[in-house]
């Protein structure tokens, strides 16, 4: 059985499935991405769409080898102990082919719910390691402040080597930093231009950094034989790049200052992406002809990222799959 911490001698490729695709359309997408190659899939847990957990069980009980990945389940929402045998249940009756996806959550949603922590790296710290330990069937750590499993023992937990690896979907310094700690790697589910990649990595520390942790990456991505079609589908995906709580993305990218000044003149995020240079657009996202598309998953690769996962652009996802596929890495 393959390890799922082990390092690829090539990086993953995988897929989104968005939360927005119509419920008919999910089993037909999930095989279909199978079909075409990409070794990952991964589902999205967004307020008032879909559950992850269920979307997750559902596609792997409808695949026979893609890895389902999870991003993210926000911690605050969810006990730990009852997460864990969920997931645990999941990785015995499909060793091998899940990731966890953690993360904060998106703020206002978690105020709505009622699940928004004062201290949510506090929060995260210990969620991750309460989750790693009862997922490998250890005891539950020591209550902490806000997780609270102590002694606590799945009495079923998958084998070792199927023991799926929890990846945070954070982004800034400190939370990548604590990422670093507790965690197997991390989950950039924002547009992932390979600067950013490579100094999330760093921000995990060295010592992750020698662990070969996750890198696993979300870009727009459009593929066509007209690369300015293909460039036009993908600037909706990246609207929300330049606000306040995107400093740590943006910070890396050469061109971080004219990206600024460029969303401070626009009035919107749809303008700003409309007018955003070419260049900018080819950085942030995957898009173009296949050859352009697969130098770009190539490049996150090898800035440290060992899954590119490419998130459909336009209203059309489940026909797009074999167009994005056209970007799959080519097999010797």
């Known amino acids: 059985m393959p390890d799922p911490h082990a390092l690829p001698a090539r990086g993953r490729v995988g897929v989104l499935l968005p939360r927005d695709l119509p419920v008919r359309d999910v089993l037909p997408y999930a095989r279909r991405a199978e079909e075409l190659g990409f070794e990952q899939l991964w589902v999205v847990e967004d307020l008032g769409w879909r559950g992850g957990i269920a979307q997750a069980a559902t596609v792997l009980a409808t695949t026979t080898k893609v890895t389902v990945g999870i991003g993210i389940l926000p911690a605050g929402a969810r006990n730990v102990c009852f997460a864990a045998m969920e997931l645990a249940t999941l990785a015995q009756l499909h060793p091998g082919r899940l990731i966890a996806g953690v993360g904060h959550g998106m703020p206002g949603w978690m105020r709505q719910a009622g699940a928004w922590p004062a201290g949510p790296l ?5 969620y991750a390691t309460a989750l790693r330990r009862l997922l490998r069937g250890e005891p539950g750590p020591a209550d902490g402040r806000y997780v609270r499993c102590e002694g606590v023992v799945l009495t079923e937990t998958p084998a070792t080597e199927a023991v ?13 930093a604590a990422a670093g700690e507790v965690a197997d790697g991390l989950l950039l589910a924002e547009p992932a231009a390979p600067a950013y990649v490579t100094a999330s990595l760093h921000q995990l520390g060295p010592t992750a950094a020698a662990r070969h942790p996750e890198i696993v990456t979300y870009d727009a991505a459009a593929v066509d034989d007209d690369e300015e079609a293909a460039l036009a589908r993908v600037r909706a995906g990246l609207e929300a790049i330049g606000e306040p709580d995107w ?13 600024r000044a460029h969303r401070a003149a626009c009035p919107d995020g749809r303008e700003f992406a409309r007018t955003m240079p070419a260049a900018w657009v080819r950085e942030l996202s995957i898009a173009g002809t296949p050859d352009q598309a697969r130098v770009a998953i190539d490049a996150r690769h090898a800035a440290g990222a060992t899954g590119v996962v490419l998130a459909p652009a336009g209203p059309a996802a489940l026909s797009s799959l074999d167009s994005l596929a056209r970007a799959l890495p080519r097999r010797p």
């Open 122 to 126: 506090t929060l995260i710290k210990e």
């Open 164 to 176: 799926p690896p929890v990846v945070l979907g954070v982004r800034g310094p400190r939370s990548q």
């Open 247 to 259: 400093a740590a993305h943006i910070d890396p990218l050469p061109f971080a200052a004219e990206l």
